[in-house]
């Protein structure tokens, strides 16, 4: 690096910048919701990977953290929701519950058995409820995932 | 120890038909207070100045009968006191009881819970409606003969494929009796 010249792709530069930015839609569902308080509080602080900008719309986020049991009733407003976000969005899905329907797997007549039965999600993070730290580990596998997006080698080259 | 309770209701009003229900062999509660479904409504104006709050509304289902049951206390230091009053609905079609809302207005929401999970209606409710459940949303979940619908607004409640098969074989196998089955199928899962 001389004259404060950086070489980089077009590519990388954009990723990278993004997966440094992610903000989270404040969305919470159940006790896990209360680690991702946590998990974005001074203790753990989420700001340090750029990601502790709890949006209050989803117009203006780009990661939903689905924390916390899915009943059927409310898995209709997430679809909503998850459809109100602007692309390119990114769902974690947090917790046993979130995951597969957690304690109410088979006779919980109320739970959706996964969040990924209405939304497309990328990073599973198990537990009941997660610790921070497995929170923390999920953001950053997906930011490893974002970092290896090309966008611009999608739109210009691939699907031209 | 309700005697004087149940001679004063069956005196103040006409067909309550008060009776003492005490646990019987092997049960283990409180004894309590049966009347008449009919009578709900002018039991409990009965009832209010003697008992200042209503604690709880609740469901029972005894497959023959469901059974409705109002805790009623009264919050007085010198003298406080507590009574459930029960009544017994023999309709399982539609159950139908006065709402009690007038009187006590807690019952408001423990009625349509009540009606949420029991599908009890009841008579001049201010605001009918379900109260956990979705408003479109088939059958009465805490009966005894629930059976959970199979989609709901295009999600399907129990998918095939997210549904634990090992735990239901090990439960068949478990009623049939078949322990060395059981093991040789634990030992082949590894467990």
């Not at chain 1, 519950?97 to 058995?113: D, E, F, I, R, S």
């Not at chain 2, 409990?44 to 023959?64: C, H």
């Not at chain 2, 507590?82 to 929401?109: E, F, G, H, Q």
């Not at chain 2, 009918?128 to 999600?155: F, S």
Request: with cysteine; glycine share 6%.
């Amino acid at each position: 690096m001389q004259d404060g010249i950086v070489l980089a792709k077009v590519d990388e530069l954009l990723s990278w910048g993004r997966k440094n930015s992610l903000w989270p839609m404040t969305f919470g569902l159940a006790c896990c919701a209360i680690e991702m308080m946590a998990t974005g509080a001074s203790k753990y602080d989420l700001e340090r990977f750029g990601c502790g900008a709890f949006m209050a719309t989803p117009r203006r986020a780009d990661l939903m953290i689905v924390a916390g049991t899915v009943t059927l009733k409310m898995a209709t407003r997430v679809k909503i929701l998850w459809e109100q976000m602007p692309e390119p969005k990114y769902v974690i899905s947090m917790g046993s519950c979130a995951n597969k329907g957690g304690p109410y797997w088979q006779h919980g007549y109320h739970v959706l058995k996964g969040v990924d039965e209405v939304v497309p999600v990328d990073v599973y993070v198990p537990g009941c409820p997660p610790r921070p730290e497995a929170l923390i580990e999920g953001l950053m596998v997906l930011q490893k995932k974002i970092a290896n997006e090309r966008v611009l080698h999608e739109k210009w080259v691939r699907n031209v | 120890m309700y005697s004087e309770l149940i001679t004063s209701i069956n005196s103040a009003v006409t067909n309550a038909n008060a009776t003492l229900v005490t646990p019987g062999e092997g049960e283990i509660g409180d004894s309590s207070v049966l009347i008449n479904p009919e009578s709900v409504l002018e039991v409990m104006k009965f009832l209010k100045p003697l008992y200042n709050a209503l604690q709880v509304i609740s469901g029972v289902d005894y497959t023959e009968y469901i059974e409705v049951c109002y805790f009623l206390a009264h919050f007085d230091p010198a003298a406080p006191k507590d009574v459930m009053i029960k009544t017994r609905l023999k309709d399982r079609v539609a159950p139908k009881l006065d709402s009690i809302c007038s009187v006590y207005l807690a019952a408001n929401w423990q009625e349509r819970e009540c009606y949420d999970m029991f599908g009890v209606s009841f008579n001049n409710h201010p605001d009918h409606r379900r109260i956990l459940c979705p408003d479109d949303w088939e059958g009465w979940p805490l009966r005894k003969d629930y059976k959970v619908q199979e989609v709901y607004r295009g999600m399907k409640v129990n998918p095939e494929n997210k549904m634990n098969r090992d735990d239901q074989l090990f439960e068949d196998n478990k009623q049939k009796g078949n322990e060395a089955d059981l093991i040789a199928w634990a030992l082949s899962k590894g467990l």
